[in-house]
DNA sequence: TTATATCATCGTATTTTTACGATATTAAAA
DNA sequence: TTTTAATATCGTAAAAATACGATGATATAA
């Protein structure tokens, strides 16, 4: 063990904002939720027409959105409705405006 | 082929979002941005000393976030000095506002 | 009861990520 | 010239992500 400054693991809202930022990290998801945001809501049918994948592989990509909580789904056999999860987008959305603007308050000045 | 509305592949701007929401993916990431934004600038020694990993796998953190233009490195030699990308840490904030942004505008009822 | 339609999950293959120790690099110090 | 100090890169192993086809599950329609 050396003496030196150790982080408790990982602050909470940095492995919170990951998550986020995870289920965020691949363009297929960031225009699924765009998608869902320009209808609201939709089936997971509607999804899979618009995008060049497999349906198996949509629905691994949706298991991800919802496992990260960014967006929910009502089962109505055999359908599927998912929608934004509004409550965790805000969460999300705090994180990363917060994220972005304590930066930008800092002098950014980069001297020798 | 059918004749399904596809994306032509991806949209350029959810690929360039995703490209910043994967380097923001990983806690100890989010954490070297915020410990580089509070010290403005500094050296590679000076992360590695305050997480619990090894040199050459904060090295290789660094070099992602590097890639995705959220930091740059002025090298000289033997030390490396980091800090933000100005330019490409406000394209980041401006799309991550507009992404979140978007969405609260629209009516969010979800009917059946 | 037996399909059917709509999704999720499973199994699997390939690629990428994550982490480490060891080694290479390079300017300055001895 | 030979260390030394600070980093990057390499090699590697283990885990996770990505994508697909095949199969399973479930309420409703026939």
Redesign the pocket.
């Known amino acids: 063990m050396k003496h030196t400054i150790k982080f408790n693991p990982y602050d909470v809202e940095a492995i919170e904002m990951a998550r986020f930022a ?1 289920a965020l ?2 363009p ?1 998801r960031i225009e699924i939720l765009r998608f869902l945001e320009s209808q609201a809501c939709c ?4 999804i ?1 027409e618009v995008f ?13 959105l919802k496992e990260a909580g960014l967006i929910q ?1 009502e089962v109505n ?5 998912y929608c934004i999860d509004q409550v965790n987008w805000h969460k999300a959305q705090k994180l990363f405006n917060e994220f972005f603007n304590q930066m930008s308050d800092v002098s950014r000045a980069c001297s020798t």
Request: proline fraction near 11%; glycine fraction near 10%.
């Open positions: 995870k990290g691949h297929v089936f997971t049918g509607e899979v060049p994948l497999a349906q198996s592989t949509i629905s691994q990509h949706l298991k991800e789904g056999p055999p359908k599927v409705k």
